[in-house]
């Protein structure tokens, strides 16, 4: 019913960046966040970074950031396109990681949704 799309991931050296991008599709009436979180062998899957929409009477998107990529990942998307991005920059080892993007959408309900995941490996 929605399917969530990611790309962007690969393997990069330390200091360097990428952009991760995730499409939505399928029949959404509106998104109300959507986010990246990441997963490290062996670790629990964590928040990264979140979008939310604002409240139609003061508008404007509010943004949620894991304390260790503040001031080096950016969040922000495309309404229109139902896409959502992470600009990663100074990138370290230690943010190698399966990223996943989700996304509340609200079709008939508000359900939550996962993509499949990308692998993003920060090496020298």
């Known amino acids: 019913q929605v399917q969530l799309v990611e790309s962007g991931g690969g393997l990069v050296q330390p200091g360097g960046s990428l952009r991760l991008s995730c499409a939505a599709s399928g029949s959404i009436f509106s998104i109300n966040a959507m986010g990246w979180y990441r997963q490290a062998p062996g670790e629990q899957r964590e928040l990264v970074a979140r979008i939310t929409s604002g409240a139609r009477i003061t508008g404007g998107d509010s943004t949620d950031y894991a304390d260790s990529v503040k001031g080096r990942f950016t969040i922000y998307r495309d309404t229109a396109k139902n896409t959502v991005y992470l600009q990663m920059n100074s990138l370290k080892p230690e943010d190698t990681a399966v990223y996943y993007c989700?996304?509340?959408?609200?079709?008939?309900?508000?359900?939550?949704?996962w993509g499949q995941g990308t692998q993003v490996t920060v090496s020298s």
């Open positions: 989700n996304a509340g959408v609200v079709t008939t309900t508000l359900d939550y949704y």
